[in-house]
């Protein structure tokens, strides 16, 4: 019997004893399951600004915690290693919510704010999330999702009281682009716009050569977050070869310059990242 996956729009029915596209929710039972469930691949405290989030508590430390699967087929993935893993290939440690809330407040004295969920795409391990999240709120830690923001509406909705910053990804701004990534522009766009009534966002975009780098593109692209807001940040990031693109070269810093300049026609905010 397969059952339907309803986190992001690939919607994968999936049969028993099988994962979904992202390799980490799959048929348990006849019920969809987060396999990767407290699974943690990665933990470390991190400067905030690292997520980044460059204007959200600024100086302060964060517990960043990452599992592994993805929901998206970027070829130019900087953590390939566990988000292209699986539940038969990734190295990884039990951790219960409450035990990684309990290590987040014992990281209070070194200038921890929260919890950052990050590293692979947090939000296809949803319920890991919502349970951390929901115990940390209560302790009084932050909460920050790094995302590539591919999901639905109504799970999107249902965690967004206990998120209290995002950086979310927009990997470019055409539909063509991300057909290539297996996503979808019109659901990230829903995303920033829907996060940012509910709590503080950044955007990060990985600038490739070739592939988002027009002039054109970024104007319509920071015209657009302006529309949502103009005190959104925009992260503008250098490309290194990587994955499925190690035979790319680097984005020229000229590049970045270039767009950062036509970004802030529009954005309050534009930084450069990798330079």
Known sequence: MRVLCDICPHSCTIEEGHTGFCGARGNVGGKVTAVNYGRVTSLALDPIEKKPLYRFMPGSNILSVGSF???????????CDISMADS?????????PEQLVKKAL???PRGNAGIAYTYNEPLIGYEFVFDCAILA????LKNVLVTNGYICQKPLCD?????DAMNIDLKGFTEAFYKKLG????TVKQTIALSAKSCYVEV???IIPGENDSEDEMAALSGWL???SPDIPLHLSRFFPRYQYKDKTPTPPETLYRLRDIAQVNLKYVFLGNI
């Open 226 to 228: 302006c529309g949502v």
């Open 183 to 186: 996503g979808g522009l019109e």
């Open 106 to 108: 014992a990281l209070r």
């Open 69 to 79: 699967g993805c929901n998206l087929r970027c070829p130019f993935c900087q953590n």
């Open 159 to 163: 965690i967004l009281p206990y998120i």
């Open 204 to 206: 990060t975009t990985l």
């Open 88 to 96: 038969r290939t990734a190295e990884t440690y039990e951790m219960t």
């Open 137 to 140: 709120h209560r302790q009084g």
